[in-house]
């Protein structure tokens, strides 16, 4: 699921609007998610997360797994989602934010 940037990149805090039926029917396209970025605490398998990954462009995934050495394995809810071996491993580098709270397009 691509998103769309509506943030400042030094901002620890990240407004992204949902494109795509990846995270589904959690997250739907239209909805819009803040993120914050953690630089000293760790992020946690089940957290949803904005990365910029280095094939697919900005994506919204669950954390599925965390390797010993930090690397990340992401992963969609709905079945149309990239698989997470077609992902492959991400660096915690390339995590913008973990999502805090999402708004659904049709509270709007």
Known sequence: MKSEL??????PIGLYRVN???MSPGLA???YVVTLKRWKSRYRIGDIVVAQHPHFGRIIKRIRAIQPDGMLWLEGTHPVSTSTDKMGLLRREWIQGRVIRSIS????
């Open 29 to 31: 396209p239209g909805d």
């Open 105 to 108: 397009q049709s509270t709007m």
């Open 6 to 11: 509506i943030k400042s990149e030094r901002m």
């Open 20 to 22: 795509g039926l990846s």
